[in-house]
């Protein structure tokens, strides 16, 4: 494909959102690891600016300590934590935000010169502004769920941190996908409607098992049933529906259970449509991210149940939490690449 910038096509756009989603690849990644070394609540005020300067002398790490003293995850989880201790889970938190206020300049101030030069493709401008806007709300969400841990709580709500996760994820996807129309420019759709069917289907349940594997985290159900393939010996382990619907949120077995389910649903899936993909012989390179996307469900597949059996280590859970970013990114392509492919047959020897 001719990469040579035109109206329709910006090599140089294609690269600066590439360099975004890896840097929203990154804060996946810094997230992960700030969730399971509890670091998460460390810094219990939102700042957008100032909070940017961490704290300078020990007059302001005895103030952010202090603050952190006054929640419930110290009281009751952390009693007794020294200030060095402290620093530990901080940097973690703070690094996460401020990879939040990174991804927000690198994706800003080279929108508004892409603009300004009119190097954004017509078709895209919206679609970056909308990604800004989400870049913006993912901030505020963050704080969002970093407050349901302050009050009543010693860790955040799990549906809160499914959200933060989600919409992360979502610009992740976004990204790739738009990363991908300033490569290559627009082309009308010419795959059979059954196969761009099938890659949207696979996006979504990857897109789905990621939200089911953030109520696994936030509600810490990898710690619980940590056996496979049973559930402490059962299918499904008795469920509390005292708390009706929000079972489907809090309660540990629902939700690793829901987690597991739809796992085997989405490995079949990929599965299938890599070996119909194999059959069907696509063209131009569609053949190989069904393969792609097969292989790399599987490998996430086999780092679950790991995760899981071995309790989830800090560094199991990393990798698990970076699979499915992984996962997603390829699921994205795949489509992509399907809605403006067409596939040839081959039969008896022949290409039809």
Same mark, same amino acid.
């Given at each position: 494909?001719?990469?040579?910038?035109t109206?329709?096509?910006?090599?140089?756009?294609a690269?600066?959102?590439?360099?975004?989603?890896?840097?929203?690849?990154?804060?996946?990644?810094?997230?992960?690891?700030?969730?399971?070394?509890?670091?998460?609540?460390?810094?219990?005020?939102?700042?957008p600016?100032?909070?940017?300067?961490?704290?300078?002398?020990?007059?302001?790490?005895?103030?952010?300590?202090?603050?952190?003293?006054?929640?419930?995850?110290?009281?009751?989880?952390n009693?007794?934590?020294?200030?060095?201790?402290?620093?530990?889970?901080?940097?973690?938190?703070?690094?996460?935000?401020?990879?939040?206020?990174?991804?927000?300049?690198?994706?800003?101030?080279?929108?508004l010169?892409?603009?300004?030069?009119?190097?954004?493709?017509?078709?895209?401008?919206?679609?970056?502004?909308?990604?800004?806007?989400?870049?913006?709300?993912?901030?505020?969400?963050?704080?969002?769920?970093?407050?349901?841990?302050?009050?009543?709580?010693?860790?955040?709500?799990?549906?809160?941190?499914?959200?933060?996760?989600?919409?992360?994820?979502?610009?992740?996807?976004?990204?790739?996908?738009?990363?991908?129309?300033?490569?290559?420019?627009?082309?009308?759709? +010419?795959?059979?409607? =059954?196969?761009?069917?099938? *890659?949207?289907? $696979?996006? /979504?349940? @990857?897109? &789905? %098992?990621?939200? #089911? !594997?953030?109520?696994?985290?936030?509600a810490?159900?990898?710690?619980?049933?940590?056996?496979?393939?049973?559930?402490?010996?059962?299918?499904?382990?008795?469920?509390?529906?005292?708390?009706?619907?929000?079972?489907?949120?809090?309660?540990?077995?629902?939700?690793?259970?829901?987690?597991?389910?739809?796992?085997?649903?989405?490995?079949?899936?990929?599965?299938?449509?890599?070996?119909?993909?194999?059959?069907? +012989?696509?063209?131009? =390179?569609?053949?190989?991210? *069904?393969?792609? $996307?097969? /292989?790399? @469900?599987? &490998? %996430?597949?086999? #780092? !679950?149940?790991?995760?899981?059996?071995?309790?989830?280590?800090?560094?199991?859970?990393?990798?698990?939490?970076?699979g499915?970013?992984?996962?997603?990114?390829?699921?994205?392509?795949?489509?992509?690449?399907?809605?403006?492919?067409?596939?040839?047959?081959?039969?008896?020897?022949?290409?039809?």
């Open positions: 494909m001719n990469r040579i910038h109206p329709d096509r910006a090599p140089a756009v690269i600066w959102l590439a360099s975004v989603a890896a840097l929203v690849f990154v804060m996946v990644v810094v997230g992960g690891i700030t969730r399971l070394t509890g670091s998460g609540l460390s810094i219990t005020e939102w700042q600016i100032m909070g940017a300067v961490p704290p300078l002398n020990e007059a302001d790490w005895a103030e952010a300590f202090a603050k952190y003293q006054a929640i419930p995850q110290y009281q009751q989880v009693a007794g934590m020294t200030l060095g201790e402290f620093k530990g889970i901080f940097w973690w938190e703070w690094i996460h935000r401020q990879l939040g206020r990174l991804i927000g300049a690198a994706f800003a101030l080279p929108f010169v892409f603009l300004v030069l009119r190097m954004v493709p017509r078709r895209l401008v919206w679609r970056c502004a909308l990604l800004l806007a989400l870049g913006g709300l993912q901030g505020a969400i963050g704080w969002w769920m970093v407050s349901s841990g302050l009050s009543e709580r010693v860790d955040v709500a799990p549906e809160r941190l499914t959200v933060h996760l989600g919409l992360a994820l979502a610009i992740f996807a976004g990204l790739i996908w738009t990363a991908l129309e300033a490569a290559f420019g627009e082309e009308a759709s +010419r795959s059979p409607v =059954g196969w761009s069917r099938g *890659a949207a289907l $696979l996006l /979504g349940l @990857v897109y &789905l %098992q990621c939200l #089911l !594997g953030g109520l696994v985290a936030g810490k159900a990898g710690l619980i049933y940590t056996d496979w393939p049973l559930m402490n010996g059962q299918v499904l382990p008795p469920v509390d529906w005292s708390a009706g619907g929000m079972a489907f949120l809090h309660d540990h077995g629902l939700v690793q259970f829901n987690h597991r389910i739809t796992a085997y649903v989405l490995f079949g899936a990929a599965v299938v449509y890599a070996v119909q993909a194999w059959r069907a +012989r696509l063209a131009e =390179g569609l053949g190989a991210w *069904a393969y792609a $996307l097969a /292989g790399v @469900v599987t &490998l %996430q597949a086999v #780092l !679950g149940i790991a995760t899981l059996m071995h309790a989830v280590p800090i560094g199991l859970g990393v990798l698990h939490q970076a499915a970013a992984i996962v997603l990114g390829v699921a994205t392509a795949n489509l992509w690449m399907v809605r403006r492919s067409q596939p040839r047959l081959f039969r008896a020897g022949r290409r039809l």
